[in-house]
């Protein structure tokens, strides 16, 4: 079983920025690919992007592609969504997914992942 615990939501002003991590409780956090979702009220879960488990591929989403940057630090078993030019659009509950996987892939759809955390709120004021 894993568990998965995000942090770093908030609320902050169009144009700032926030980092959200996720940390997970896994023995082979290295045998899974990672992925941040999003959903605002109302709407689906949307993909926001994905890290393969070594972290050399990456895939963003159109709306958040040159804003927001996904990395992952192995040993200490974290997931890090950087987003920078945040816009009120960008408000909602942010997921990170976990995905044990062969290969070194960075699925984007939501049914590949088996594991979800709890969500982290982000708010952008205008």
């Known amino acids: 079983q894993v568990q998965l615990v995000e942090s770093g939501g908030g609320l902050v002003e169009a144009g700032g920025s926030l980092r959200l991590s996720c940390v997970a409780s896994?023995?082979?956090?290295?045998?899974?690919?990672m992925g941040w979702f999003r959903q605002a009220p109302g709407k689906e879960r949307e993909f926001v992007a994905a890290i393969s488990k070594s972290g050399g591929n990456t895939y963003y989403a159109d709306s958040v592609k040159g804003r927001f940057f996904i990395s992952r630090d192995n040993a200490k078993k974290l997931v890090y969504l950087q987003m920078n030019s945040l816009k009120p659009e960008d408000t909602a509950v942010y997921y990170c997914?976990?995905?044990?996987?062969?290969?070194?892939?960075?699925?984007?759809?939501?049914?590949?992942?088996?594991?979800w955390g709890q969500g982290t709120q982000v708010t952008v004021s205008s």
């Open positions: 896994v023995r082979t956090f290295s045998s899974y690919a």
């Open positions: 997914a976990a995905d044990l996987i062969i290969g070194d892939l960075a699925p984007r759809s939501k049914r590949s992942y088996d594991y």
